[in-house]
């Protein structure tokens, strides 16, 4: 795995050991990056179930500000920090050693805002909708915050009807999605 584009291109990124994690692989972070890079510019980006941390740092890469990686296991954060560390990102993230509920609290207490959360959580675990439904009441989201999900194709998201969020895009791929959601506006 790699990064794409930016400052840290063409550099390698390892990939924590195991089955725990699933790298996004090279062509969808693309697709995803295509569609987030005319917005990313000195922008903030929280990446939760970070794992290797390649989203955050493709977002860092490509102009983010600041990056919050959040992850709970100890292959994935050592990877997460030899990472930054191997493109010279570390000094614009930090990385919360939690789960992602206790880290939405952490940067909460903080006063952390993010123009960008992606998650990619265990699939069919339903960890999307628990941290979706956090996220609703959460000060880390203002009305302009783009959260991405990257979800199994049969994950539904109808629980959304009764938030203040809405689906604005949904990018499938063979195995799976990146659900797009926003504020709804009033």
């Known amino acids: 795995m790699r ?7 063409r550099l390698q990124l390892k990939t ?7 790298p996004t692989a090279d062509r969808t972070k693309e697709t995803l990056f295509n569609i987030l890079n005319p917005y990313l510019a000195d ?15 493709e977002a860092l890469s490509r102009g983010a500000k600041y990056a919050a990686f959040v992850d709970k296991d100890k292959a994935a954060l050592d990877c997460i920090k030899m990472n930054l560390k ?23 207490l903080k006063g952390k805002v993010f123009d960008f959360i992606f998650m990619d959580p265990p699939y069919n675990h339903m960890l999307e909708r628990d941290i979706l439904m956090m996220l609703h009441n959460s000060n880390i989201v ?34 799976n999605q990146h ?5 709804k506006e009033d």
Do not use: N
Not at 3 to 9: D, F, L, M, N, T
Not at 86 to 108: G, N, Q, V, Y
Not at 142 to 155: F, G, H, N, R
């Open 3 to 9: 990064v794409i584009a930016g400052k840290a291109r």
């Open 179 to 183: 659900v797009f959601i926003m504020v």
């Open 16 to 22: 924590p050991q195991g089955l725990d994690t699933r």
């Open 86 to 108: 191997t493109t010279r990102l570390e000094s614009d993230a930090e990385i919360f050693p939690m789960d992602a509920l206790h880290a939405i609290r952490a940067l909460e």
């Open 43 to 57: 922008s903030d980006f929280l990446d939760l179930f970070a794992g290797s941390g390649a989203i955050g740092i």
């Open 142 to 175: 203002y009305c302009d915050t783009i959260i991405i999900v990257e979800a199994s194709l049969d994950t539904g998201f109808d629980y959304l009807e009764d938030t203040r969020f809405q689906i604005y895009k949904r990018k499938q791929y063979k195995t």
